[in-house]
């Protein structure tokens, strides 16, 4: 599947040469296979490398180069869908209890990024989220009811309070805590590092053609004509997995971003905090701990590469046009890099865990929409549970 184009930025971030991680070459035996380098498939190692089970790690790529190297690292326990959406959809125990478990990921993150040798950039932030239009104002009206009757740290800001704080017009927004960026690409490396001196094995290159499940187990079969026999797998390939079996559920859209030339000698703005608003689609930004402004959004619904490639361009342009309109002291900043991916979300607003009866032993994490580190920390740590005793008392909410 052919996920991303562009001028990718993260890669300049980290060089990696002293890490080798090459093909598998010949059968292997373990407990646990996790199909997928990325933020899913590194977390998920990552749990499992403290029960002292036999864990391996293959990807087709090279280490994190899926959807991982395009994703923008915001860390918001805030969701595509507000918490009285999900209360209303959800009822109050679990759409309350989502938001608990995105809160309690962000703290996990935190955790793991200071076990981890490679610096992945983790910085709390807050965010804005400001009210795009009329309609805007009653979502934030509805959200900030929902977000303090359930206990969610949350101020209202209002016009004057936008205006003296990040100098650009919104009617009214949500000033969220506990919030936080980081880089991806740094954060997978780190971990597959960490893992692999648990004894974690971790290949590249090596791509899993078919598979034959039985009660028993899995066997894997890749492009390497070599085999890995497992008790469970763990399909943690992100939007790639649905090529292996469609869900009903599950929507698939192109997104855009753009990062600016290094050029920020202090704050870019109020507390450099996360901003996004209430439109779907909508336009996020964040700074880099090296300077620079990210600016995402603008996404289509299509999926195919040409169509979705073709409007690169534009869309880095319309994307600095935003910037600038919000923020014109800007209009003289360049853009340095650009790309395209693939995104992920779901008609239901929940990211999805699956287990299919044609593929027994078999555990598909689709992390799917825009809190996708999140929603991947939280997966990790459900399926660890799952594979080793069977049992999570939040699996349900995911797995419906």
Not at 111 to 117: A, D, S
């Amino acid at each position: 599947m052919n996920i991303k184009s562009g001028l990718l930025y993260w890669p300049t971030t980290f060089h990696h040469h002293h890490v080798e991680y090459g093909p598998l070459e010949e059968n292997i035996e373990c407990d646990y296979v996790i199909v997928g380098s990325g933020v899913s498939g590194a977390q998920s190692a990552y749990f499992l490398s403290k029960s002292g089970a036999s864990v391996v790690v293959v990807d087709k790529r090279k280490i994190a180069h899926g959807s991982t190297i395009v994703n923008t690292g915001l860390i918001q326990y805030t969701n595509d869908k507000p918490l009285f959406a999900c209360i209303d959809s959800f009822g109050k125990e679990v759409g309350v209890r989502f938001y608990r478990l995105c809160l309690e990921a962000v703290k996990g993150i935190e955790e793991i990024t200071k076990n981890l040798e490679i610096d992945a950039n983790f910085i709390r932030r807050k965010s804005l989220y400001f009210a795009s239009d009329q309609a805007g104002k009653e979502i934030l009206k509805a959200e900030y009811k929902a977000l303090v009757e359930n206990g969610f740290r949350v101020e209202k800001f209002s016009k004057e309070d936008i205006k003296n704080k990040y100098h650009f017009e919104k009617e009214s927004a949500l000033f969220t805590s506990n919030d936080a960026e980081l880089n991806p690409f740094k954060y997978v490396h780190g971990i597959l590092q960490y893992v692999k001196k648990r004894d974690v094995k971790v290949f590249s290159e090596t791509d899993v053609k078919s598979l034959i499940g039985t009660k028993n187990g899995v066997e894997l079969f890749t492009d390497r004509h070599v085999s890995i026999k497992a008790k469970k797998v763990i399909f943690a390939s992100g939007y790639e997995s649905l090529e292996l079996k469609k869900d009903k559920n599950a929507v698939l859209s192109s997104s855009y971003a753009i990062v600016t030339e290094a050029f920020l000698k202090n704050e870019a703005w109020f507390e450099n905090s996360l901003i996004w608003e209430t439109a779907r689609p909508y336009l996020f930004l964040r700074t880099t701990a090296d300077g620079r402004i990210v600016v995402g959004g603008l996404d289509e619904y299509t999926i195919i590469p040409e169509q979705r490639d073709a409007m690169l361009h534009h869309k880095k342009d319309q994307l600095l046009k935003s910037l600038i309109e919000l923020f014109p002291i800007y209009k003289d900043v360049k853009i340095e890099y650009y790309w395209t991916g693939l995104f992920g979300s779901t008609h239901t607003g929940l990211p999805m865990i699956r287990e299919y009866p044609e593929y027994p032993n078999c555990y598909f994490l689709m992390g799917f929409g825009g809190s996708g580190m999140i929603y991947s920390y939280i997966f990790a740590k459900i399926i660890c549970d799952l594979v080793i005793t069977g049992f999570n008392p939040d699996a349900h909410i995911f797995m419906k």
